[in-house]
Nanobody, 118 residues
Framework: QVQLVESGGGLVQAGGSLRLSCVAS????????MGWYRQAAGQQRAMVAT???????NYLDSVEGRFTIFRDNAKNTVYLQMNSLKPEDTAVYYC????????????WGQGTQVTVSS
């Protein structure tokens, strides 16, 4: 089982920046994929960005060019640098970990609130 602890959310004005961090602990299998998902009020949880332990990245179209995901494998930490934030980015952001094995299961953090004011 993997435990995930997020930090870095908050309130920011439109056009501003925030950096989210997520530290994984427990039994960390590789290869794996870590990422960020978000859930706005009344909407389903959606993928924002993911990155594998090998460095392959994937982004939601609407954040491409504004958000950057990166990780420090030695620290089992994934980051999400969010620039040019928009009010529609407001949501609870969840960290995700999954081992890319036949037995891999999704693990989730507790979530961190990001609010972008107009």
């Amino acid at each position: 089982q993997v435990q995930l602890v997020e930090s870095g959310g908050g309130l920011v004005q439109a056009g501003g920046s925030l950096r989210l961090s997520c530290v994984a602990s427990g039994t960390i299998f590789s290869p794996n994929r870590m990422g960020w998902y978000r859930q706005a009020a009344g909407q389903q949880r959606a993928m924002v960005a993911t990155i594998t332990s090998g460095g392959d990245e994937n982004y939601l179209d609407s954040v491409e060019g504004r958000f950057t995901i990166f990780r420090d494998n030695a620290k089992n930490t994934v980051y999400l640098q969010m620039n040019s934030l928009k009010p529609e980015d407001t949501a609870v952001y969840y960290c995700n970990f999954v081992a890319l094995t036949s037995w891999g299961r999704d693990c989730w953090g507790q979530g961190t609130q990001v609010t972008v004011s107009s």
